[in-house]
Antibody
Framework: EVQLLESGGGLVQPEGSLRLSCAVF????????VTWVRQAPGKGLEWVSF?????????IYADSVKGRFTISRDDSKNTVYLQMNSLRAEDTAVYYC?????????????WGQGTLVIVSS | QSALTQPPSASGSPGQSVTISCTGT?????????VSWYQHHPGKAPKLVIY???KRPSGVPDRISGSKSGNTASLTFSGLQAEDEGDYYC???????????FGGGTKLTVL
């Protein structure tokens, strides 16, 4: 069974940093890309970042987080990370990771249950 | 403001048909078959219900279908059931900037 488990969320002050983790189970991790999507309170889903499989793990970022967030992966630990720096109040959200099937419409096939990040003083 | 436009709400009685629309541009929805739909219940993991415009993942009933015309994609429930309630989001990969975009979500209520 495919599972994705996010962790690392919490309360952080503005301009602070946080690192989220996404541990995956049940599929050959290094064959798939992984993405982060967030949902701010009362808002819809917003795509955040993507890292591809193998080949150096190419990365893409939404403009709203470019230069502040860094996505990375450790294939030996079946884990993807999202390093979040210079956090702002508008980064407050539930952060989800998802497995990406690139060759089937760039689709987010399986999702985790999310981890909550609150940016507040 | 979301990149894709969805109605905020939709509703129907059990057994009725309901369609949710998702309007984008030629750079995302209209340009390629990279449209997907997700069901989301607050506090839970979103669930994929349609990908590549009209394909259903294993386990999704065939009364749920997807289609596209021009820059607008649609998700249709034929024979609405109570279990269909939830928030539905369309999403699309935008080839022109290699980003993904979502709609603002539609809350589906079964009356």
């Amino acid at each position: 069974e495919v599972q994705l488990l996010e962790s690392g969320g919490g309360l952080v002050q503005p301009e602070g940093s946080l690192r989220l983790s996404c541990a995956v189970f049940g599929f050959t991790f290094n064959n798939f890309g992984v993405t982060w999507v967030r949902q701010a309170p009362g808002k819809g889903l917003e795509w955040v970042s993507f890292i591809s499989s193998r080949d150096g793990g190419g990365t893409i970022y939404a403009d709203s987080v470019k230069g502040r967030f860094t996505i990375s992966r450790d294939d030996s630990k079946n884990t993807v990370y999202l390093q979040m720096n210079s956090l702002r109040a508008e980064d407050t959200a539930v952060y989800y990771c998802a497995k990406v099937r690139w060759n089937d419409g760039r689709v987010f096939e399986n999702w985790g249950q999310g981890t909550l990040v609150i940016v507040s003083s | 403001q979301s990149a894709l436009t969805q109605p905020p709400s939709a509703s129907g009685s059990p057994g009725q048909s309901v369609t949710i629309s998702c309007t984008g541009t030629s750079g995302d929805v209209g340009g390629y078959n990279y449209v997907s739909w997700y069901q989301h219940h607050p506090g839970k993991a979103p669930k994929l219900v349609i990908y590549e415009v009209s394909k259903r993942p294993s386990g999704v009933p065939d009364r749920i279908s997807g289609s596209k015309s021009g820059n607008t994609a649609s998700l249709t429930f034929s024979g609405l059931q109570a279990e269909d309630e939830g928030d539905y989001y369309c999403g699309s990969y935008a080839v022109y900037n290699s980003n993904w975009v979502f709609g603002g979500g539609t809350k589906l209520t079964v009356l």
